[in-house]
Structure formats: structure tokens, C-alpha cells
């Protein structure tokens, strides 16, 4: 239809008119997305305070990157597509690595970007904030759609939020024009053109086929694993899952935000024994996890001899199979189905692992946890990362509740393996692309949409990407407890400048960093720890109290090791070894 026909109305009586603004609140209020995550600005400003005043909760963050993560975990928690609003150009760039982290992790966003005018834009005339947003987008995302006319939102809200949730969720990117949202219509019209959503995501059985072809390669496993991955966490098919895994006998190994699905220590879990149950199966059931760097591929020495196992995947998108090594027994569709389908065929055919291999997978995990346990419980000063995870393992140990929040290097491989998570979705942290600065954003989004006390393990190096948060943390009086693991920074804290100069290490940060005081600057409570025991304390304090705060524990600078346990992905060359003999000790 041509623009001129679709002039808005003339009528000027504010009850018989509605508007862009109005319809776009309508549109996300009837499809129960009922909180906005942004960054006000032109052409947005307004659509936030109306959407507040319509009874919205807006979250307005001080950096749309933040505020497009806290989105995105909105979005993993809820099974909703979390929605984050940004202004043109560069607020919708900074909200952009978030969407595209969105679509990276699998989980539902939706970008609402304010633009320019179209016919400005598409004559490069030089608007305010110009930029074509929707064709920058289009590569990060699953979909991209622009809004010209307020007739259309809630068709468009509609399709946005369709395309987030089906088959493997991701991001969409939604541009708003910013004369659109000033269009009017009769509000009548207006209402009739709201749809709402109706079975989005809907269950996906696998064939019959596709099960029996599973079943068979679990009948013949010798040495059988069960992996779960966060796709299975964002099913949220909790029960099910602990059926399968329950009712197969099979050892599970949880990738880092599927822990807590079954709790880390049920006596079925293999994460203490990951090296042994990676090398020595035979037959691995993949459960909403992608056979990605974070499982090597499913290749070379970690996963034993070529050809020694067969694998079953389950995953709601079919182009996920074959991605890496051949699949045996493809079942697509959702998690809960799918396992479901797998526990009614198991019936009668007497699967069950054989008792040797239990017995060595637990024998290994055992061993592992008794080397781990000595280490944690040490009183040097200054503290290691075991000592302040072996404290902060036992508050979670005694508030199952807490969600954890965890990003940095060290910081994140250590507390990933020390510290236990007992219930799904109670650990968030830097998923598929190991991105720092997810903390402050995974934390408020945490907070806002469980109302659970969050605590946010944070490498110092991690903090700095998002700190500046902490001040929508106070704000918004959230119940999240911050602990930076202050080693100095990036990796560890003692670096020094391989040319000689004066100039720091490019890793290292101030020493002995105040950060406790960026909390109290806004409010909340601050902390400066040296001790495990100045660590439980406050920690403790701080989560019964539900206050903002932010604990600065030093850690021993010299405690970490190059970029954590990926050390082996960092490039190096004969020529660089030879020229820096200290390239061999990092
Ligand atoms: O079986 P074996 O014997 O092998 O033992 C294994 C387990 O069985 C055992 N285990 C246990 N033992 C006992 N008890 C228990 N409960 C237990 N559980 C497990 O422990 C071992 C190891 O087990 P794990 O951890 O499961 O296995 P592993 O081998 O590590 O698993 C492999 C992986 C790949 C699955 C795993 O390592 C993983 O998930 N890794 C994720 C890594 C990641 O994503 N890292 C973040 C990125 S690093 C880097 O890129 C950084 N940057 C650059 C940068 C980034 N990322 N982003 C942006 C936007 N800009 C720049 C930066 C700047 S990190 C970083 C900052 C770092 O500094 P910080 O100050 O923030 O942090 P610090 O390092 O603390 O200073
Ligand atoms: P992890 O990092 O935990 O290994 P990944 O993000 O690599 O997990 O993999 C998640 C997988 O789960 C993706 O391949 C995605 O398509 C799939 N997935 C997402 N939601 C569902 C669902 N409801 N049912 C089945 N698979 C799903
Ligand atoms: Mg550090």
C-alpha cells in the first residue's frame, strides 16, 4: 500500500485515538512481555515513560549492552523473548552484541530499535543518529523487521516474538521509524489489530523411527553418557529429564549452564570426572548441547579413538546434525519430547549401563573430589581461588536458591567446577562465546525476573566491562551481592612489560583496586575482604539482607593461570617463543 494511503486519521479526540507509542505498549502487554530493558533517548524517550505509565516494568540501564544482556537472560529464564530498547545508530549498536549473543546462545531477544526516517536514510541526506539499521542487523539475527505504519505493530510484534521462540531460539531485530510511533488511529481499529500470539513454540514430537534408531544404540553401549546442554535448561522440561537420566542409570555430564538441571550432586553426575566419561564412551546422548570448541568438536585425543562412539542428539534444530562428527541417531525435537519419547521406548528393554563402567566413572569423580576438597579449605594470605570458591560453594550449598552470575577467566573455570548448583537455571554466565561484561546484566535481569537473591562471581578484568551497572543495581534496590575476584587483572595480576618500559604488563590493573567503593558511591554496602573468613561473613550478610552490595576479595595475583583452563587456545609461533622466553611460562 502506498504511504499516502496510509495517512493517519484527522480526529484530534484523544479518547477515540490511539498511537504508535500506544500500540507498541498494547501489542507487548498482550503477549505478556511486560518488561522493557533499555537506554532512553530520541526517538524512544517517551514509549519508555508511557510504557512505565501503562504499567510496564522499565528497566533503564546505562548502556544498552548491558541492558540488551540482561534481555537475553530474560529471555533463557523465561521462555519469553526478553525485550530491549535502545535510540538509533549507536545505541542500537551497543545493543546489537547483545542481540547477536542472543542468537550465538539460542536464547529469544527482541532488539526495538528507535531510526531515522526511511527516506533519509535510504538518500544518505545525513539525519540525526542515520544509519541503516535493519540491513546491519539482518546478519546477527534470526529475523529483521521494520515498522512503517502503526497498523502494523501488532502484526509485527507478533512475528517478532514468533520468530524468537521457534524451532532454536535467537535474537530478532525490530526497527521503529521514529515518526511511526507518533502515527494515530482510531483506538478501535488500533485494538483490532493486536494479535496475540498463540502456541509459538509449539512441542515437536521425533518420528518413531528416529527413536528406535536411538534405542538401538543404547541397547548395544557398553560405556554409555548423557551430556546436557542449556538447551535443555531453556526447556524447562526439569522432571522429564531427571526421568530419563534417572530411569537409564546413565552418568550425566552438565556443560556449565545446564548444572542444576539434576543437582551437581546427584550421584549420577560425571562433571568431577569429565576427562574419563569424554574419552572412554561409547554411546553419548546429547541433550540440547552443540558439539561445539566447549566439547573440542568431538574430536581428537579428549574424546578417545575415531569411531569409538556413536552419538544421539537431541535438538530442536535439525541442521544441528552432523555439524561436527556424524550423528547415529538424530532426534529432533524438543527436549522434553524428545526424552519423553526415549523413557516410554526404553520400557521392556532392559537398557542399563553395565555396573563396571558406574563404578569407574564414579571411582574417577570420587578421586577428583577428594584432590578438590583439600585445596579448598586453605587460610593463605592473600587468597587463592580455591579457598574463596571453597567459601562461596558452601553459601550456596546452604541457599540452593541464589542464582549465580559468573564470568572472567579463572575466575569462571574454577567457580564453574567448585561450586555446586542444586535447582535448573541457577547459573548464568558467558555462554557460547565466552563474552566478558554478561554480570551486571545477568544479574539485575535475574533479580527482576525471579525476585531471587543473585550472586555475581566476577573476575575484576569481567567486572570492568559492566560495572558501571552497579549503580541500576542500587537504583532498583536488587538483591544482588557482588564478589570481584580481584587478582589485578586480566588472567592474573603480576605481568610485567616484555619491552623493559615503564608502561604496565597489558594484563595488569591498578593494584589493590577500590571497587568495593564504586557500591558505596551509589548507596550500597562495600566491602574489602582479605580472609575466607571476612568473605563468608559478608557474603552471607549480604544475601540475608537482600541490600546491594559489592565485596571486593583480593585474591593472590600470581593464583591464576593464562586465560584459565583455555590456555591452549591462545596462538603462538616458533618465532614468537623464541624471541620471548616468556611466552613459555605464561
Ligand atoms: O576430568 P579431569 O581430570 O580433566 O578434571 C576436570 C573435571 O573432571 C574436574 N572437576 C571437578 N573436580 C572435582 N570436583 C568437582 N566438583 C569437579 N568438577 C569438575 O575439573 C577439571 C576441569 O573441569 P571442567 O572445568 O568441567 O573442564 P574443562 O576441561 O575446563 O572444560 C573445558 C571447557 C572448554 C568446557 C571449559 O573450560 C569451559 O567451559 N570454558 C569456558 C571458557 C571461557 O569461556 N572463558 C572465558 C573467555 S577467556 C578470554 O577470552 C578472556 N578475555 C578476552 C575477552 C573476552 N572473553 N570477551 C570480551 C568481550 N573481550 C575480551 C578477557 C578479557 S577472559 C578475560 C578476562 C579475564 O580476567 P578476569 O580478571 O576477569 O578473570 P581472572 O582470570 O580470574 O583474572
Ligand atoms: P551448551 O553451551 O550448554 O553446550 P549449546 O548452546 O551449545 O549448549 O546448545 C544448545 C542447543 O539446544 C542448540 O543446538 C539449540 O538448537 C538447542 N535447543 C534450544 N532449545 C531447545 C529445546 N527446547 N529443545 C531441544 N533443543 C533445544
Ligand atoms: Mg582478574
Known sequence: MALAEKQPETETDSETLTDGFHLLIDALKLNGLNTIYNVPGIPITDLGRYAQAQGMRVISFRHEQHAGYAASVAGFLTKKPGVCMTVSAPGFMNGLTALANATTNCWPMILISGSSEREIVDLAQGDYEEMDQLAIARPFVKAAYRLNYAEDIGIAVARAYRSAVSGRPGGVYLDIPGAMLGQTM??????????KVIDPAPRQTPSKEAVARAIEVMKSAERPLIVIG?????????????????????????????????PDTHPQCAAAARSLVLKESDAVIMMGARINWL???????????????KFIQIDIDPEEMDSNVEIAAPLVGDVGSCAQALIEAMKDEGIAPPRAWLDQVHAKAEANMIKMAARLKNNNIPMDYHAALGVLKEVISDKPDTI??????NTLDLARSIVNIHK?????????????????GAAIAAAIETGKPVLAVEGDSAFGFCGMEVETICRYNLPVCVVIFNNDGIYRGDGENWGGGSDPATTVFVKDSRYDQMMTAFGGEGHWVKTPDELNRTVRAALESGRPTLINAAIDPAAGKESGNIGNLNPTSVVAQARYPQARSV
Open 295 to 309: 566439547l573440542s568438536h568431538g574430536k581428537g585425543r579428549q574424546w578417545g579413538d575415531p569411531g569409538s562412539k
Open 404 to 409: 549465580l552470575v559468573n564470568e572472567g577467566a
Open 186 to 195: 482510531p483506538a478501535d481499529k488500533g485494538a483490532a489489530s493486536l494479535v
Open 230 to 262: 542449556k538447551g535443555a535448561a531453556y526447556d524447562q522440561s526439569d522432571d522429564v529429564i531427571k526421568q530419563l537420566v534417572e530411569t537409564s542409570g546413565y552418568p550425566f555430564l552438565p556443560m556449565s549452564m545446564a548444572k542444576g538441571i539434576l
Open 424 to 440: 535448573p537455571r541457577h547459573r548464568i554466565d558467558v555462554g557460547t562465546w565466552g563474552v566478558m561484561g554478561i554480570g551486571m
